[in-house]
């Protein structure tokens, strides 16, 4: 009987560790701000800016991460893209509070967003 594997390379193991550590530490971010707001900091190190700000650091993060495996054709960015260009065309249904949401986005994408139910 043969061991399993994932057939994983050591390389490709460490891109992935990459992107989950850093989808993991977005995590944290988006939980501190949905109890204690964007504008709020820690305040023992206040330096290290308010909690919008490392959020937006760690989600900069996640994209080089994304951006790494693509570039190693781990995956797919062409793909990656057809499924956002997807998600942005039927998440409206479900979003409830998100009318400037809406029409920002549609402003920034119009073409993703032509043809979209208001």
């Given at each position: 009987?043969s061991?399993?594997?994932?057939?994983?390379?050591?390389s490709?193991?460490?891109r992935l560790?990459?992107?989950?550590?850093?989808?993991?530490?977005?995590?944290?971010?988006?939980?501190?701000?949905?109890?204690?707001?964007?504008?709020?900091?820690?305040?023992?190190?206040?330096?290290?800016?308010?909690?919008?700000?490392?959020?937006?650091?760690e989600?900069?993060?996640?994209?080089?991460?994304?951006?790494?495996?693509?570039?190693?054709?781990?995956l797919?960015?062409?793909?990656?893209?057809?499924?956002?260009?997807?998600?942005?065309?039927?998440?409206?249904?479900?979003?409830?509070?998100?009318?400037?949401?809406?029409?920002?986005?549609?402003?920034?994408?119009?073409?993703?967003?032509?043809?979209?139910?208001?």
């Amino acid at each position: 009987m043969s061991e399993f594997s994932t057939g994983l390379s050591k390389s490709q193991i460490e891109r992935l560790s990459l992107l989950l550590e850093e989808l993991g530490e977005a995590q944290q971010w988006i939980g501190k701000i949905l109890r204690h707001g964007y504008d709020s900091y820690d305040p023992t190190n206040q330096r290290q800016g308010d909690n919008k700000q490392l959020l937006e650091k760690e989600l900069g993060d996640v994209l080089f991460a994304i951006e790494l495996l693509a570039a190693t054709d781990d995956l797919d960015e062409e793909l990656i893209d057809d499924h956002r260009i997807a998600k942005a065309r039927k998440v409206w249904q479900w979003l409830h509070h998100q009318g400037i949401g809406k029409k920002k986005y549609t402003e920034r994408h119009p073409s993703i967003m032509e043809g979209v139910q208001p």
